[in-house]
């Protein structure tokens, strides 16, 4: 059936709640069935040389160019839908989305993917830098000053804005600032305690 691969393809992305891994050898069918398709369209245009004109000539040469051309809409869709989750995921989780494991899904990228999210997250970080703006930061004020987390990964030591320092072990709970601590809670080594 023809834009059977390049349907199934955008399903199983768009129908995924995370972010699946990058299907290359899917892609590379796909452009093989275009190929193949421009090839029958081709081939019908010059076997009907004087006859183009013809409706059944002409439905042939449509059927097939309409394919080609919801192909490639779908691999488009496709790789763009994929750019936006993974911009999604850096404003979300921050500057760790392209580790392997752990919330991250450095594992799962393309290599353009890769390169994507690296040229992305550095241009965030440039802008940020030069604006004097955290980017990531809650738009919202926090309700509190204050936060009880429990450390989940070990963070080595962070300072504090007040000149403090606080080492993170896990399993160990501190009462810190929002501020201090709201990057390492969106990024997973600390959970929020409720």
Known sequence: MLCARATTLLRELTTSRHLPSFDADALRSIAGEMRE???IILSTIQAAAGDLASPRVAAGV????????????AALAYLHARLDRIVALRWSAGGDVL???AGGVGDQLGPAEVTFARRHAELLGTY???V????IAEAVPPSEVY???RVKHD????LTEDGGACVLRKGSAHFLRVSDV???IRQGTLEQVV
């Open 155 to 158: 963070g080595g030591m962070i």
């Open 147 to 149: 936060v009880e987390v």
């Open 99 to 101: 580790e392997v494991g």
């Open 132 to 135: 004097g703006l955290d980017l």
């Open 182 to 184: 709201e990057g390492l």
């Open 128 to 130: 940020a830098e030069e």
């Open 37 to 39: 398709l421009l090839e």
């Open 62 to 73: 449509l059927v097939h160019h309409r394919a080609v051309q919801r192909n490639k809409r």
